[in-house]
């Protein structure tokens, strides 16, 4: 199951046919934000880059230097990750020739054996973990959503360092994903056969 260039492209194609991706997605992040009680994020590609479009936190969240609407790296995000492990290699290739590694942290991957290896665990077990690696003392689950079988989105739980619990927040993390899917495949039935995308196999 990977994806090409074309996924933020499957949310701009998304929102014009009225489906609307954070409001397909909204009530289910709310309900995982409600059991976590951690702030809740949904991510897409547009380009290079992460970017948030929506989010939801509390008092007691941890306080993200993120925001909806703001863009982010792909090396060094849980969501980045997850995006860019279902991308093709030519898509890699494209990311560090032209973005190279973000080093926010000391965490901060910046060898590419390296996360070539993490892409694959993430591809393997679904699921990605950023412990410090964007922002210090904040640390992160993120999982794909799919369409069909494209991705076209991260859903994402984040919480002080200390306090993430992987084994915890993966199970509400995959319900969570699974459910916006399967409102995506209700809601419209076509997303994920955008030409842009590429299918598993």
């Given amino acids: 199951m990977r994806l090409g260039l ?8 998304a929102e014009q046919r009225g ?4 409001d397909v997605a909204t009530p289910y992040l709310a309900h995982l934000y409600e059991i976590t009680r951690e702030t809740v994020q949904l991510a897409v590609l547009d380009g290079l880059d992460v ?9 007691a969240s941890t306080k993200l230097n993120t925001r909806i609407g703001g863009r982010m790296p792909l090396t060094c995000t849980g969501s980045g990750k997850v995006l860019l492990a279902f991308s093709g290699p030519a898509f890699l290739e494209r990311v560090l020739g032209e973005r190279g ?4 942290t000391a965490n901060s991957i910046t060898d590419r054996p390296a996360l070539e290896h993490e892409l694959g665990e993430i591809r ?6 950023d412990r410090a690696e964007f922002q210090n003392g904040a640390a992160s689950v993120a999982v794909p959503i799919f369409a069909r079988s494209a991705v076209v989105a ?7 360092v200390e306090r993430l619990s992987v084994v915890s927040l993966v199970p509400a993390l995959h319900a969570t994903a699974a459910a916006i ?8 039935p076509d997303l994920g056969r955008h030409p842009g995308s590429r299918q598993a196999g």
Wanted: proline share 2%; glycine share 8%.
């Fill in 154 to 160: 991260a859903a994402t739980v984040s919480a002080p």
């Fill in 124 to 129: 393997l077990r679904k699921y990605a973990v």
């Fill in 181 to 188: 899917s399967r409102e995506i495949a209700r809601v419209q």
């Fill in 101 to 104: 590694f973000a080093r926010r």
């Fill in 6 to 13: 074309g996924l933020f492209e499957l949310g701009n194609l």
């Fill in 19 to 22: 489906l609307g991706l954070s």
């Fill in 51 to 59: 970017v948030y479009i929506q989010k939801i936190s509390g008092r």
